[in-house]
T-cell receptor, first 111, second 115 residues
Framework: QKEVEQDPGPLSVPEGAIVSLNCTYS??????FMWYRQYSRKGPELLMY????GNKEDGRFTAQVDKSSKYISLFIRDSQPSDSATYLC???????????FGDGTTLTVKP | GAVVSQHPSRVICKSGTSVKIECRSL??????MFWYRQFPKQSLMLMAT?????????EQGVEKDKFLINHASLTLSTLTVTSAHPEDSSFYIC???????????FGPGTRLTVL
């Protein structure tokens, strides 16, 4: 069993929709939770970074962490075609330590 | 924001040759850099952790004699794929940890194609 499982997708939504991306994990040592966006043939770009449980909001993006359920989510409100990309969740037991990545969910937002 | 560069962005080589990929942190010092490999439609797989001035720590299943890592300075790490074979064709991505913010910044990746 993988340490991090990510909903595989792909997801296709109309412009303006709310998107929910999810990951579960098994390693209770994970304390830091990240979401990355990766465009085709590019390196990942950090979107959201959360420590421990709770919610964090940044513009149209909201990250949620529920450590009791070992479940994290990324919500995108008012989705735009420019949000079309692969989204990767990642987790780490220390802030500057190595991260374990999910397999990614490819999102397409149709105009 | 912090910038990490990789060079080259794309390389095509013949089977049996060695290829060197550079990873540079342009505006910050990075005591730790990571090297990842990503196959099409798959996630990033950590290959090794590179610490400045010391030997790299390789993940299980990664051949250290095939994937040579050198972290000679606080802004440069290199990955050399020795005696490359077609199965080494992949997207190689590095990341660097900013000592100031403990944030991981990724490079743009290097696409290696071995013929």
């Amino acid at each position: 069993q993988k340490e991090v499982e990510q909903d595989p997708g792909p997801l296709s939504v109309p412009e303006g929709a709310i998107v929910s991306l999810n990951c579960t994990y098994s390693n209770s040592a994970f304390q830091y939770f990240m979401w990355y966006r990766q465009y085709s043939r590019k390196g990942p770009e950090l979107l959201m970074y959360t420590y421990s449980s709770g919610n964090k909001e940044d513009g149209r993006f909201t990250a949620q962490v529920d450590k009791s359920s070992k479940y994290i989510s990324l919500f995108i409100r008012d989705s735009q075609p420019s949000d079309s990309a692969t989204y990767l969740c990642a987790m780490s037991s220390s802030r500057a330590g190595k991260s374990t990545f999910g397999d990614g969910t490819t999102l397409t937002v149709k105009p | 924001g912090a910038v990490v560069s990789q060079h080259p962005s794309r390389v095509i080589c013949k089977s049996g040759t060695s290829v060197k990929i550079e990873c540079r942190s342009l505006d910050f010092q990075a005591t730790t850099m990571f090297w990842y490999r990503q196959f099409p439609k798959q996630s990033l797989m950590l290959m090794a952790t590179s610490n400045e001035g010391s030997k790299a720590t390789y993940e299980q299943g990664v051949e250290k004699d095939k994937f040579l890592i050198n972290h000679a300075s606080l802004t440069l790490s290199t990955l050399t794929v020795t005696s490359a074979h077609p199965e080494d064709s992949s997207f190689y991505i590095c990341s660097a940890i900013s000592g100031r913010s403990d944030t991981q910044y990724f490079g743009p990746g290097t696409r290696l194609t071995v013929l």
